[in-house]
């Protein structure tokens, strides 16, 4: 009688080297710095509402705020702050983020005015900083502004926002739109010319006015 051999070396180099059908240590997509804003469809936008929009820095980038960043970033707002039915009316930088106050026709206006701007100011770093690579961590966060007290909350929020941190701020942040702002209870705005434009919007004009002008030591109510 003929005896079949079990060729038992092939069997177990096919089971050793075999990697698929599980889970595998280090596999996947990597972690972000930190938690993106989920990528679901933006809501439709009501021109009439002005946007407290936040974007936030990729970790381990430097601060925002020094005064070569600060020229950099004017620059690039400047240049880009009405474009597609969108228009950039305050802002300030953080440390690692940066805060506007913003007008848009729709979504799709938003979408666009946000995506050309946020090229430019990321160009604008990575030069002032010698980089390559993103800037940005994630999407930005666009909240609309309903009524006037909202808006006045919000531009209290954006342009005092470094004594919402605890940095020991007095007077007008030199890192925001301040200096041009002209809704302050003292101190007119700069000469100089804005790289904000002026608002459309009733609210962002005129209807946060009912509730007084801002005083240069107020602080952010909490949000």
Not at 152 to 176: E, Q
Not at 185 to 196: E, K, V, Y
């Amino acid at each position: 009688m003929r005896r079949t051999r079990c060729r038992t070396g092939t069997r177990q180099h096919e089971l050793e080297f075999r990697s698929w059908g599980g889970a595998r240590r280090g596999a996947g997509r990597k972690p972000a710095n930190r938690p993106r804003t989920p990528h679901r469809a933006r809501p439709a936008h009501a021109a009439r509402f002005p946007l407290h929009v936040t974007v936030h820095l990729r970790e381990g980038l430097p601060t925002l705020r020094t005064r070569s960043v600060r020229a950099a970033v004017v620059e690039a707002l400047a240049d880009g702050n009405e474009r597609f039915g969108f228009r950039l009316n305050q802002f300030s930088l953080q440390t690692n983020h940066l805060h506007w106050i913003a007008e848009a026709e729709d979504a799709s206006a938003l979408s666009r005015g946000m995506q050309a701007v946020l090229v430019r100011v990321a160009r604008a770093l990575n030069r002032v900083w010698d980089r390559r690579g993103a800037i940005f961590s994630g999407r930005y966060h666009a909240r609309p502004l309903r009524t006037p007290r909202e808006v006045r909350r919000a531009l209290v929020y954006v342009l005092a926002n470094a004594r919402h941190h605890g940095s020991g701020l007095a007077g007008i942040d030199p890192f925001s739109s301040g200096l041009w702002f002209d809704g302050w209870r003292q101190n007119p705005p700069a000469g100089s010319l804005s790289p904000c434009v002026q608002a459309n919007t009733w609210l962002l004009q005129e209807g946060w006015r009912r509730h007084g002008p801002i005083g240069v030591e107020e602080s952010p109510s909490a949000r």
